[in-house]
């Protein structure tokens, strides 16, 4: 079976760094683009980061644009999203998700994570 599992989410505060990781298993994502999507409470699932499947392409939403990087190690099957500068705005669900390509609407991919909580505190 296919399973994404994110990891590495927790209470952090604001101006701290997260890692987050999500490891695949059942079938090999180094073809597949790979995303980070997030949601809070009320909200709609948001995408934050998203990475081709060569690793050099990658894309950021406005509110995360030099604060988090996306990153792969296709030998491992996992991405990455680190997490600097946090602020009690990203506090949220992340998800990972991998399709096979590049894209930033989270209705286009098909394959995600159970997700992990990142609460930022003030």
């Known amino acids: 079976q296919v399973q994404l599992v994110e990891s590495g989410g927790g209470l952090m505060q604001a101006g701290g760094s997260l890692r987050l990781s999500c490891a695949a298993s059942?079938?090999?994502?180094?073809?597949?683009?790979r995303a980070w999507f997030r949601q809070a409470p009320g909200k709609e699932r948001e995408f934050v980061a998203a990475?081709?499947?060569?690793?050099?392409?990658?894309y950021y939403a406005d509110s995360v644009k030099g604060r988090f990087t996306i990153s792969r190690d296709n030998a491992k099957n996992t991405v990455y999203l680190q997490m600097n500068s946090l602020k009690p705005e990203d506090t949220a669900v992340y998800y990972c998700?991998?399709?096979?390509?590049?894209?930033?609407?989270?209705?286009?991919?098909?394959?995600w994570g159970q997700g992990t909580q990142v609460t930022v505190s003030s």
């Open positions: 998700a991998a399709r096979t390509a590049i894209a930033t609407k989270h209705a286009l991919y098909n394959y």
């Open positions: 059942g079938r090999t994502f180094t073809n597949y683009a």
């Open positions: 990475i081709n499947w060569s690793g050099d392409s990658t």
